[in-house]
């Protein structure tokens, strides 16, 4: 059974800090993807990753893979409020074609 | 970018009742879409592959008689929750794959339907 964990679950960080989310999972993938979920909404795409050592930035965050490592990181560089939502990753198995999504990390920015 | 229309955005139903949930994709043509739930706060469960013209595969221990999930054409795929219960409460989110992609793992989610029975 793959398993995708995130951590931290939950995340409280003050505007203009930095700090990382990790993306764990269990079996061999060159394709990972994070994604933004506001309170009520449904997923907006933010990254898809698909080589080892991929690395895409967008704005304030940035993401990267090592597929050796098994490990995607969400890196978060001087947070505004606008970056709070719930974020997930997500991972297709070599052998497969479906998402297969981490828990989600709760995001809140404050001042 | 490609867009994925859900319908009901909400719905609220009485308990036995049956309620359909439509996926279409509007601007592409998905032989493959998929059907999640999310209670609240949690993650994402992946319910159900549907593929286009052939029966849905249904992940372990999701009902197939209570959700029945139907994809008639190349843009649009349906859930229904029979004999809906409280328990059955929950956010529905459709995705669908582009048959053209180059990534088979690149998917575009519809907006959600929350479905609420009393």
Redesign the interface.
């Known amino acids: 059974e793959l398993k995708v964990e995130q951590n931290p679950l939950f995340l409280s960080m003050q505007e203009g800090k930095n700090y990382t989310i990790y993306c764990n999972y269990s079996t061999t993938s060159d394709?990972l993807?994070w994604?933004r979920q506001d309170p009520?909404?449904?997923?907006e795409?933010l990254f898809?990753l698909?080589s080892n050592g991929a690395v895409k930035q967008e704005g304030r965050l940035m993401a990267s893979l090592d597929t050796k490592a098994r490990l995607s990181t969400l890196h978060i560089t001087a947070a505004v409020h606008d970056l709070s939502a719930t974020y997930?990753c997500a991972v297709?198995p070599r052998s497969g074609?479906?998402?297969?999504?981490?828990?989600?990390t709760?995001l809140l920015v404050t001042p | 970018g490609a867009v994925v229309s859900?319908h009901p955005s909400r719905v609220i139903c009485k308990s036995g009742t049956s309620v359909k949930i439509e996926c279409r994709s509007l601007d592409f043509q998905a032989t493959?879409m998929?059907w999640y739930r999310q209670f609240p706060?949690?993650?994402?469960m992946?319910m159900a592959?549907s593929n286009e013209g052939s029966k849905a595969t249904y992940e372990q221990g999701v009902e197939k008689d209570k959700f029945l999930i139907n994809h008639a054409s190349l843009t649009l795929s349906t859930l229904t929750v029979t004999s809906a219960h409280p328990e059955d409460s929950s956010f529905y989110?459709c995705?669908a794959r582009d048959r053209w992609a180059w990534?088979?793992?690149?998917?575009?989610?519809?907006?959600?339907s929350?479905l609420t029975v009393l």
């Open positions: 394709r993807y994604y009520g909404k449904s997923l795409s898809v698909l997930f297709v074609y479906a998402l297969n999504f981490g828990k989600g709760s | 859900q493959t998929f706060k949690k993650s994402l992946l592959t989110i995705s990534d088979p793992g690149e998917l575009f989610f519809g907006e959600g929350r």
